[in-house]
């Protein structure tokens, strides 16, 4: 089945150290990827996406993520960590549906945790 | 920017009751989709369409319907409410293309539970 994987529950880190959000893809085909925020409350938040070109893509606040192909990975980086970027992050891949649409399937979801 | 409004953040309803949510996006956007989301699960998509009167079901569509008369417009109906829906729902709108490359947009939710 073409899925993806958010292998992690939580991950903790301080603040002003770098973060990784891991995500894995199984997919026939080209992959097309996206990372999404969701704060408490509120909906998800698009951050950045991948279709083709520059392995790696830079999104908003300041969060850019890499896509390796050999690895079928496409992890969510951040220099610097804020306590402000605690929340839940979603990896989404692009899934083939009958009658040729393509829906996002979504990962469970990594909450984020920094702390001061 | 986008908007996507769900007209409801939180709704208590009865066992066996006919459910509505609502969503309205302001973008004239061809796509919109329905999502539950439970903890430990992940979104989980139970019906969208990609245009005026077309629907399509998810992975969970059972136990719903869905209706779409306006472009603006996508309700979630659950038939007769059973407290296994009792879920926080998310509506999504996105533009179309060939490629269905285009980000989703999301409403803030509505918190539902079936008592």
């Known amino acids: 089945a073409q899925s993806v994987a958010q292998p992690e529950d939580q991950v903790n880190v301080a603040e002003g150290n770098p973060l990784t959000v891991k995500c894995t893809y199984s997919v026939s085909g080209n992959p097309y990827l996206f990372w999404y925020v969701q704060y408490p409350n509120r909906g998800l938040q698009f951050l950045l996406k991948?279709?083709?070109?520059?392995?790696l893509v830079k999104g908003s606040y300041g969060f850019e993520a890499e896509f390796n192909k050999s690895q079928t990975s496409f992890h969510l980086k951040k220099p610097s960590a804020l306590v402000s970027d605690s929340a839940l992050y979603f990896c989404a891949v692009r899934v083939p549906r009958s009658g040729g649409s393509y829906i996002p399937t979504f990962g469970r979801g990594t909450s984020l945790i920094v702390h001061p | 920017d986008v908007k996507v409004t769900q007209s409801s953040r939180y709704l208590v309803k009865r066992t066996g009751e006919k459910v509505f949510l609502e969503c309205v996006q302001d973008m004239d956007h061809e796509n919109m989709f329905w999502y539950r989301q439970d903890p430990g699960l992940g979104l989980r998509l139970i019906y969208f369409?990609?245009?005026?009167?077309?629907?399509e079901k998810g992975d969970i569509p059972e136990g719903y319907s869905v209706s779409r008369e306006k472009k603006e417009r996508f309700s979630l109906i659950l038939e007769s409410a059973s407290t296994n829906q009792t879920s926080m729902y998310l509506c999504?709108?996105?533009?179309?293309?060939?490629?269905?490359?285009?980000?989703?947009?999301f409403g803030d939710g509505t918190r539902l539970s079936i008592l």
């Open positions: 991948y279709i083709t070109g520059d392995n």
């Open positions: 999504a709108s996105s533009s179309s293309g060939t490629t269905w490359n285009q980000p989703q947009h």
């Open positions: 369409s990609y245009d005026v009167k077309m629907k």
